[in-house]
């Protein structure tokens, strides 16, 4: 399968989703994010107390 194939499917798949099906798939893809750069502030910065963790995560996802 080509790259333009797979687009093309991949394209087509989510055009069969609901609405509400793509949303969620959305919102999940969203959270496992969130919790991937939570995770790499903690293995970076295991001494960060909780308020200096949620300094450095709301840094990371909305920028200064």
């Known amino acids: 399968m080509t790259p333009e194939q797979a ?3 991949q394209v087509e798949m989510w055009r069969r989703l609901s609405l509400e ?3 969620r798939i959305v ?3 969203i959270q ?4 991937l750069v939570a995770a ?3 293995a970076a910065h295991p001494e960060y107390t909780p308020e ?4 450095a995560l ?6 200064e």
């Open 7 to 9: 687009e093309a499917l």
């Open 21 to 23: 099906e793509r949303f």
């Open 27 to 29: 919102a999940a893809m």
């Open 32 to 35: 496992d994010g969130f919790a």
């Open 40 to 42: 790499s502030i903690r």
């Open 52 to 55: 200096e963790f949620r300094a």
């Open 58 to 63: 709301r840094k990371r996802i909305y920028g």
